[in-house]
Nanobody
Framework: QVQLVESGGGLVQAGGSLRLSCLAS????????MGWFRQAPGKEREFVAA????????YYADSVKGRFSISRDNAKNTVYLQVNNLQHEDTAVYYC????????????????????WGQGTQVTVSS
């Protein structure tokens, strides 16, 4: 198990950028695949991006391709989500998630594929 703490959210104008961070506890961070999800009011939690345990592979939702970038620093137990050209529809609480993936297929895009979650960080985009 890992504990996850997100940071970096805030209020930004449309077209602006933020870098979200997620700090994980524990000494086995490099065996976990990491994902970012978001949830807007009244909507289901939706997949945004994921990264493999080594950081060598990434995957994005179509809605954020070309605007968002996921990365990780295993030495710092941290995963990042760079969000650029933010639009009003990107307004949501952004959650970091982790799943142990030292073996087998690392990618999951549904929330039930992850068993460790942070508390979330609010991103609000003003038009």
């Amino acid at each position: 198990q890992v504990q996850l703490v997100e940071s970096g959210g805030g209020l930004v104008q449309a077209g602006g950028s933020l870098r979200l961070s997620c700090l994980a506890s524990g000494r086995t961070f490099s065996t976990y695949a990491m994902g970012w999800f978001r949830q807007a009011p009244g909507k289901e939690r939706e997949f945004v991006a994921a990264i493999s345990p080594s950081g060598g592979s990434t995957y994005y939702a179509d809605s954020v391709k070309g605007r968002f970038s996921i990365s990780r620093d295993n030495a710092k137990n941290t995963v990042y989500l760079q969000v650029n050209n933010l639009q009003h529809e990107d307004t949501a609480v952004y959650y970091c998630a982790a799943r142990w993936a030292a073996q087998g297929v690392w990618l999951r895009t549904l929330p039930n594929g992850y068993n460790n979650w942070g508390q979330g960080t609010q991103v609000t985009v003003s038009s």
